[in-house]
């Protein structure tokens, strides 16, 4: 795995004379709370300004663009879609409308926040020789037959465990590099306790998480378990914060009617979208999230940081962020053992309280957005001054 350099934006001046550089960021969708655009925000709020300048190619209004136009970012009103060949006529077209973009704003670097199909704006940019960088959070195969696979100087992936499951190094070799999220650790480690706003009752045990409602982060995993666990420990609650994941709102209400049919409304409580955060995993004793599938896991790191304990599966890349059972613990999903995992933790306060404070340690020393900042900066100035060669 390549490692990425940590030269500093500063430096890209002293070699080339250039005091500033034009980035232009996109990704297909408008939403906010998930992981992709939350890392695109915070990569925006970590640049430089003394030496690059944020742009972002917006077809219309939505929540991304105006938190980025918030953290300082010029919008940039354009589309981009997918060249296929029954749309060639109209792929030339926009093509050229994006090169004029392109050049119009003095675009040097391109940062597209997916990895996509095709794409008119890697093209475009390609064209115009300005380099592209994808940066990859979800499973998205290589592919030859991908122009973007082909063109990007950079490939960014949120794990090494994501990297490898995309096949990425057999199709772009050492262009593919590891850059794990960042989360803010002042911030979560300083959360205000809601237990009297969520209605915890004194003596209460929390355990929470913060999923969308959806089968992939295991939210039946959660409820089966749950029951478990409070028929042994009836002072535990759990807590679920979370939207109902777009195209899974049968399953949600589903899961919340079994909890209601079965007497548990209050001791399995759904919270829907919240945007209290670091405040709400204050309020836990400890952080649970069985998930099927994850290719990196930022709220383990945010859980982490808020010290608190962490059970949670051992898929995708999470073994990159607990590599053992000191920093948390992690249990096979298809042995669904977790009732008992906690259960164990839940009769060992000592254990509960070391596996917190070495979580937080590593969160701190690891995925603090200072580390993630210096990676990103430093790409973009190897790729420009690469570029300037």
């Keep these: ?5 940590q030269a500093g934006p500063q430096q890209l001046t002293a070699r080339t004379g250039l005091s500033m550089r034009n980035i232009l960021f996109y990704y297909s969708s408008q939403q906010v709370h998930t992981g992709s655009p939350r890392v695109l925000m915070r990569l925006v709020e970590g640049l430089d300004r003394s030496c690059f300048v944020p742009y972002f190619l917006a077809g ?6 105006t938190e980025l136009e918030k953290r300082g970012t010029e919008l940039v009103r354009g589309v981009t879609g997918q060249i296929a060949r029954n749309t060639l006529h109209r792929n030339l077209g926009n093509i050229l409308s994006l090169m004029h973009l392109l050049r119009k704003h003095r675009i040097d670097l391109v940062h ?3 990895l996509g199909w095709n794409s008119e704006l890697a093209l475009a940019a390609w064209l115009r020789r300005i380099p592209v960088i994808f940066h990859i959070h979800n499973p998205e195969q290589m592919n030859s037959r991908n122009i973007n696979c082909r063109i990007g100087s950079k490939y960014l992936y949120v794990s090494q465990a994501l990297r490898n499951q995309c096949n990425a190094s057999s199709v772009v070799g050492e262009k593919a590099v590891v850059v794990y999220n960042p989360i803010n650790v002042e911030q979560f480690s300083s959360g205000k306790i809601l237990r009297d706003d ?3 009752k004194e003596g209460n045990f929390v355990i929470g998480t913060v999923a969308q409602i959806c089968q ?9 378990t749950a029951k478990e666990v409070i028929a042994s420990f009836p002072h535990v609650v759990f807590l679920i914060a979370g939207p109902d994941a777009a195209g899974e709102e049968q399953y949600a209400s589903e899961l919340r009617r079994a909890v209601s049919d079965q007497g548990l409304a209050g001791k399995i409580r ?16 400890m952080f649970f999230l069985p998930t099927r599938s994850e290719p990196f896991g930022m709220v383990i790191v945010e859980a982490m940081a ?8 051992n898929v995708g890349g999470i073994p990159e962020i607990i590599p053992d059972e000191s920093y948390g613990v992690t249990s096979d999903v298809a042995n669904n053992d977790f009732a008992n995992v906690i259960r164990e933790l839940l009769n060992d306060p000592n254990r509960l309280k070391s596996v917190a404070e070495k979580g937080h340690e590593r969160a701190v020393a690891l995925f603090n957005d200072k580390v993630f900042n210096a990676a990103i ?3 973009y100035s190897s790729v420009l001054q690469h570029r300037g060669r």
Excluded: C, Q, W, Y
């Design 1 to 5: 795995m390549e490692k990425l350099t």
């Design 60 to 65: 219309h209004e939505g929540n991304l663009s």
């Design 112 to 114: 597209i926040n997916e």
């Design 198 to 200: 969520l209605g915890i």
């Design 216 to 224: 992939r982060k295991g939210i039946d995993i959660i409820i089966e």
């Design 270 to 285: 759904f919270l829907g979208t919240r945007d209290d955060i670091p405040n709400f995993m204050a309020s836990l004793d």
């Design 306 to 313: 808020s010290k608190k304990p962490v059970v949670t599966s």
């Design 377 to 379: 900066n430093g790409t």
